[in-house]
Structure formats: C-alpha cells, structure tokens
C-alpha cells in the first residue's frame, strides 16, 4: 500500500488479471488496474454488511490528486449516510457529461470501440479533461443541443480554456485556443455522445450537424539552405551534448522517410529490414504499413547501436524517446529556423517528392496515405516505383544534409556555432 502518485499509478502494469491498488492516505480510495492495462479510479466502502465500490473515472482523465480530491467528498458522502452507487443508478437517465466521460474512457467505452487507435484514445482523453469537462461537464448529456456544441466549439476556439499548467517535476502542459483545437475538440465530444447513443443512454447525438471550423493551414516544408543548416546543427547539438544522438537520429529519419513521428520514435528492431530497405510496422495512424527505406535512412539506423529493443531508446528509462517537441522547438531555434512544426518535416519530404517529378500517386503511396485528397495538398508544387521515389528524394535531402547515402559513408560534422 502506498500514497497513488502519478509515478506509481504509471507504474502499474497489467498483468493479466484485474488488481487493485490502495491509498495508504486515504482508505477506501483506490485504482483498479485492468487486464487490458486501462486504470481507473474508485472508492470502497461499506453500506450495512454489502461492500460497494463506485468508480470516478479513468486516469487520464483524472489526476491522482484529483480523483483524491472527489474521493474524499464521495467518502464523506458515505459516512453521511449516503450511497454514491445507489445514487448514480438512480439517475442513470440524467447522464451528466461528466459522468458519461467516465463510462466512455473507461473499459465499457473501449469495448466498445476495439478497433479505435490508442493515439486516438489519447487525443480524445486530453480534449474531455482539458476543455470538455471545464466547459459542460456539469450538462445532463441528453440535454445537450447543437446550439449548446456550436457554442462550445467557439468557447474553446476563444481560449476559454487555455491554461499552462504544471504536470510533473520538469513537465508543462500549455493549452491553447484555436480553431483547429476547438474542432479536434468537438470531433471528441462527438464519440463519446455517440457511444452514449450507442448505449442507449439517449436517443440522438446533437454534435453530428455541428460545422466543425478549420484550422489555419501552417505547413511551411524547409528549403534547401534550411535543410543543410538543420544537419549543420544537429551535429554541432550532438557534440556538445545538447542533442542526444536518438533525438538527432529521429529528427533526420522524419526528413529522409516522411514518416509520422509515432512510426519513428516507436520504432523496434524486429520492424527494420536494412536488407529489404523497408520498416515492416505492425499498426500505425492506417493499420498495418510497410514504410520503403531509402538508403540514406538506412545508413543512419545501420549505425545506431543495439542496446535496447528500440532503436532510438530513451536515456532515462527502458522505453523509447520522449520529449522528441521538445527537443525539436530547442534545436529549430538554436539553428534560426523560424515556424516550422515537427510534422512540417513530412510536409518537407513530400513537398521535395512532387518537386524531383514524383506523381501524386506515389507520393501518396509514400507516405502511406490511404485517400488520394490527401496528398492533393502537394499539386502545387513544380511498390519498386515508391522506393525509387523515396530514394531520389532521400538523395535529395541527404545531399543537403551532407550525409552521404552509402553504408561506409560518414556524417560530416561542423564543430563551429552557425551564424
């Protein structure tokens, strides 16, 4: 029994079996930890000789201290006299959204969505604690209106919910409004409405004739004296210990393939084939995928050591990179790079793609693009064949880069400040 942290909650891994976990702080408040590796919070208690358990949401959605803080009223509750369970049965047909946030990110919800992508859970987990909940939690769900969402959407577009926020010993969460976001956040509130359809909860989801806004386009690709300055300063960064070498690998894989940053950053061993010069990745953003590696990849994974089960591995615990934003705003600003976002390294490789002569069609292909729209954004721009592709726009971009794409080839690495 210890005090539930956010480091001992995350510590918690599934085992195959249902467990709990107890406050030794608070008795009675708890986490339960699913087979399936999903983490609630609950309290226990006693109503006569039956023991009851009432769960106040998922992590996730809830901070240690905050499902604390809902714990101990719940619990007070109780030795009032009280009985939560019975309650929220009672008014099981008044939902408030918070309450139907509980049961959409909880087991039941993910249930019922099997196939939904964990980075998906994830978006849709911050969008419900960061502007959702703040904004309507306190709603009866089946009472909710399009007018109500529509109004909600400009809320959140306003920065009604902005907020920068402490969310670890060195970490910060810094919200924002914006068009874009208030859309991703209606687009949320949205599943988990129709999850609640789903469950018969209430008979229709008002947000599905909502408008959702349009977020500015930001994609802004690098040009080639960008290109070589970034590798310039990735190695100057490497050698003065600013940059690890997995940060810097991850940033030049993201160029040289168009990958997402997911593919690369959790990118295992057992997934590269140098030999067949492809990544074979099991899931990804559009399921299973094969990304084509162009040579000059291939020669920056070759020389990366094997000393973990990932191949960029972090430096502070047994899993992958993390913090790559991070590491990425330092070194776009150390080199003088001005509005380019990681994923604009993506936009980098294809906008290059369609500009060496590639079709959209392979490019598309590419970068594993599943609807032929979405690579319509690169018109603009002056199997075997998506390879040949990938190489020649690798070549490109290596050339820049002064990595030379051969196996026995080296990195040239500046040893001055750039100017």
Known sequence: MARLTKRTVDAAKPDGRDYFLWDEDLPGFGLRVFASGAKSYLIQYRVGRTVRRFTIGPHGAFTPDEARSRAAKLLQTVRDGGDPSAEKKDRLKAETVAELADLYLGPDGRAARP?????????????????????????????????????????????????????????????????????????????????????????????????????????????????????????????????SPSMAAAIKLLLLTGARKGEITNLRWEYVDLEGGRLNLPDSKTGAKVIPLPAAAARIIADLPRRSEWVLPSTRSDGPIVGLQKTWEMTREWCGIDAVRLHDLRHSFATYAVSDGASLYLVGKALGHKQSRTTERYAHVADDPVKAVMDRTADHLAALMEIDANLGGEVIKMTKRLK
């Open 115 to 243: 196939r939904k992508k964990e980075s998906s859970w994830t978006q849709d987990t911050s969008c419900i604690r960061r502007h959702i909940l703040p904004l309507l939690g306190r709603k009866v769900a089946r009472n909710l209106t399009a007018e109500d969402i529509e109004r909600f959407q400009a809320d959140v577009a306003a920065g009604k919910t902005a907020t920068d926020e402490k969310t670890g010993f060195r970490g910060r969460a810094i919200v924002k409004g914006g068009k874009g976001v208030a859309a991703r956040a209606v687009s949320s509130l949205s599943a988990m409405l129709a999850y609640g359809v789903s469950r018969k909860l209430f008979a229709t989801n008002p947000a599905q004739g909502v408008v959702l806004y349009k977020g500015e386009k930001k994609e802004r690709p690098l040009g080639p004296s960008e290109v070589a300055t970034l590798a310039r300063g990735l190695a100057i960064l490497e050698d003065l210990g600013m940059v």
